[in-house]
Nanobody, 126 residues
Framework: QVQLVESGGGLVQAGGSLRRACAAY????????MGWFCQAPGKEREFVAT????????YYTDSVKGRFTISRDNAKNTVYLQMNSLKPEDTAVYYC???????????????????WGQGTQVTVSS
């Protein structure tokens, strides 16, 4: 069993920054690919970023490239999402997730991930 606990959401003005954190409990966190997804009102859950088990490889959706950075600290069992130059269209509930089937394959589809955090609202005002 894996439990993911998120923190760091909130309200920020356009152009500002937030840092999301997701702490994992229960299994060997460092063995798995981790990802971040978001869901805006009335929309499906969308891929944001993913990172391999060692942290050496990352992949982002086009809309956040150059603005968001995913990273991980395996000693702390935590994955992070640094969100810079935030835009109102980034407003959504953000979720972290773990893909226990892989240490290296970076998946963009939500069905590849089998445990999810509780989700935290990020609101960007204009």
């Amino acid at each position: 069993q894996v439990q993911l606990v998120e923190s760091g959401g909130g309200l920020v003005q356009a152009g500002g920054s937030l840092r999301r954190a997701c702490a994992a409990y229960g299994r060997t966190f460092s063995n798995y690919v981790m990802g971040w997804f978001c869901q805006a009102p009335g929309k499906e859950r969308e891929f944001v970023a993913t990172i391999n088990s060692s942290g050496a490889r990352t992949y982002y959706t086009d809309s956040v490239k150059g603005r968001f950075t995913i990273s991980r600290d395996n000693a702390k069992n935590t994955v992070y999402l640094q969100m810079n130059s935030l835009k109102p269209e980034d407003t959504a509930v953000y979720y972290c997730a773990v893909d226990r089937s892989s240490a290296q394959t970076l998946a963009k589809m939500s069905y590849s991930y089998d445990y999810w955090g509780q989700g935290t609202q990020v609101t960007v005002s204009s």
